[in-house]
């Protein structure tokens, strides 16, 4: 099994005027990301807009994306529900697909303790002892925080929990995740703004949403990083931002999904009751596009 690395992204989903997944738009949109050299896909996240899709619904998502895919990216899948066996089903079904591991947000609507949530993941750790699991940290989606104790305690005792997104924002939390974790483990952020920053200080990439629509920043600095071209990457950095920026810094998924729609892909339609954009509100982000695009030297 790969392990996540660089340039992740996370999907999103294509819907039809009606609200169903287009499957089609969905591995055209594969084939793009392929094409453009990313690393890796965090399949159904929150913005593949994942927690209003019926079980069902994410099981052909994730078999669209893997048949998609013919093995260029590395694939985990994210497995987590509000219910243990929902969730327990999700990470069954991945692992008959070969994909390389599950990400398990953490549950949500109740407030947990750390313990709780250890006994949580340290469950799904010896249920699934044969595949790789990452831990999900989203906690103002959530409202639950993995503290960096819980993290490096379930990273040390589980050699199946192999890493972490984080998509907390704070430098201060992913840091204490670098700083507190063993050797190898692997902690991947879910912050545009800090992906130069905690790349310098060991973190192993980026899950992106806005990356998901504008790839090609996140690669450069990526490339530019991996080079030790510092200087060149702190100027792509700039750009990343400004691009990320004018898409909502992935706050509004409508934006994103209309962003994605102008690139090509899908109609920009949102899952009820999410509301999707206005014909007015995207040729006036088509314009702010423009103008972004134009100043970084970026196109669509």
């Given amino acids: 099994m790969r392990l996540l690395e660089g340039v992740v992204v996370a999907h999103l989903t294509p819907f039809d005027a009606q609200g169903r997944v287009d499957h089609g738009a969905l591995r055209e949109y594969m084939k793009f990301l392929i094409a453009k050299g990313v690393h890796g896909i965090f399949a159904c996240g929150t913005t593949a807009e994942a927690q209003i899709l019926s079980l069902e619904e994410r099981k052909k998502v994730l078999e669209t994306i893997v048949s998609a895919n013919e093995g260029k990216m590395t694939i985990v899948a994210h497995c987590g529900t509000v219910n243990f066996e929902d969730t327990c089903e999700l990470i069954e079904h991945a692992r008959s697909l070969g994909v390389d591991g599950a990400g398990v947000v953490t549950p949500f ?115 530019a990083f991996q080079k030790r071209e510092y200087a060149k990457a702190q100027i792509l950095q700039r750009k990343l931002i400004a691009i990320s920026k004018a898409l909502g810094e992935g706050a509004s998924l409508a934006t994103l999904k209309a962003a994605l729609a102008i690139r090509g892909f899908g109609g920009g339609f949102m899952r009820f009751p999410l509301r999707t954009l206005s014909f007015s509100e995207v040729e006036k982000l088509r314009e702010k596009l423009k103008a972004v695009l134009e100043e970084t030297g970026y196109s669509i």
């Fill in 109 to 223: 609507y109740y407030s947990y303790t750390q313990e709780e949530l250890y006994h949580y993941y340290a469950s799904l750790a010896r249920k699934f002892e044969d595949f790789p699991l990452y831990l999900y940290n989203i906690p103002s989606l959530t409202g639950n925080n993995l503290s960096a104790s819980t993290v490096a305690r379930l990273g040390q005792e589980f050699p199946n929990i192999v890493g972490i997104k984080d998509s907390s924002g704070s430098f201060n939390t992913i840091s204490e995740y670098i700083l507190s974790s063993s050797a190898g483990f692997r902690v991947i952020v879910g912050c545009d703004r800090l992906f130069l920053s905690v790349l310098i200080f060991g973190a192993h990439g980026s899950v992106t949403g806005p990356g998901g629509v504008f790839p090609e920043p996140f690669l450069d600095v990526w490339q």
